[in-house]
């Protein structure tokens, strides 16, 4: 099992330009996230999808949409690169209610530049 | 909202010495979970707490679900070059939350080797 998977591990754009992030997860797992980690800082929630289908919004979603495209995948959309955007965004999943949903499995990581 | 205080914010340590950090919160916490993150990957899940009072080791790694449910604690007995790392605390918030809701990300602890 490659467990969660994210490409691309690097990026660099210009301000205004879109991107989509792609995650996928091969642990069969329901809820999938995408967070942004910020120098200093910890871990921030963007968006999560409980279950195939759903989506709901974190802590910080401004700026980003996201599609669960089936059970193993989740993307995260920048329509309009700002250089406030310059982060590591991370992917994760973890398994369903009662099943030790809130451990989270993250994948490797995509950094992104934007200018 | 809920917030994470996590300390210290970075230490050195020397080969062979315990390690002590904490994490508290500004409201109560069902589950408690401490991290490990490696330069240029992403978090892996260490110690999962779920129960006030709990005590679990893995390995020389051994945390603490705080009695109050407000704080909890990571201890790293005999620390070897390769504990070297960002430590990051994790919550998971109180009744209310959906199960695959947010888990909560403390600011991280950076610990490196003391030249």
Not at chain 2, 57 to 86: C, E, H, M, Y
Request: hydrophobic residues 30%; proline residues 6%; glycine residues 10%.
């Amino acid at each position: 099992n490659a467990g969660v998977t994210q490409t691309p591990k690097f990026q660099v754009l210009k301000t205004g330009q879109s991107m989509t992030l792609q995650c996928a997860q091969d642990m069969n797992h329901n809820s999938m996230y995408w967070y942004r980690q910020d120098p200093g800082m910890g871990l921030r929630l963007i968006y999560y999808s409980a279950s195939e289908g759903t989506t709901d919004k974190g802590e910080v979603p401004n700026g980003y949409n996201v599609s669960r495209l089936n059970k193993r995948e989740f993307s995260l959309r920048l329509e309009s690169a700002a250089p406030s955007q310059t982060s590591v965004y991370f992917c994760a999943s973890s398994p369903a209610p009662g099943q030790g949903s809130d451990t989270q499995y993250f994948g490797p990581g995509t950094r992104l530049t934007v200018l | 909202g809920q917030q994470l205080n996590q300390s210290p914010q970075s230490m050195f340590i020397q080969e062979g010495e315990d390690v002590s950090m904490n994490c508290t919160s500004s409201s109560i916490f069902n589950t408690w979970l401490w991290y490990k993150q490696d330069p240029g990957e992403g978090p892996v899940l260490l110690i999962a707490l779920y129960k006030a009072g709990e005590l679990t080791s893995n390995g020389r790694l051994t945390a603490q679900f705080g009695i109050t449910r407000k704080d909890s604690f990571l201890n790293i007995s005999a620390s070897i070059p390769s504990d070297v790392g960002i430590y990051f605390c994790a919550g998971q918030g109180a009744p209310g939350y959906s199960s695959a809701s947010k888990i909560i990300f403390g600011s991280g602890t950076r610990l490196s080797i003391r030249p």
